[in-house]
């Protein structure tokens, strides 16, 4: 089972982006939990999941994020702004399959 993180503000403006990267998800036979919650629980929850996005909101802090992620082996990117927007799951769920080493 892959397991992505969606961080962002509060995490609730991912939840329906969780809801279309899940449908996806489902529809490629993909066995996933994706989880959206805010960046805050950031340091404790990356530890259990296989990669970690950000929200645009929290994308400024990439570069910090990405030092503690490194401490457990986790990759860490941000979701493209037009991805984010327009709520596209199934190019978020790519990024994020993208980033897991197999």
Known sequence: MKKILLCCSAGMSTSMLVQRM???????????????????AF??????FDVCLLGPQVRFQLEELRKTASLYGKPIDAISPMAYGMMKGEEVLEQALSLIPE
């Not at 899940?22 to 805050?40: F, L, M, N, P």
């Not at 340091?43 to 259990?48: K, T």
């Open 22 to 40: 899940t449908k996806a998800a489902e529809a490629r036979g993909i066995d996933c939990q994706i989880e959206a919650q805010a960046v805050t």
């Open 43 to 48: 340091d404790d929850a990356i530890q259990s």
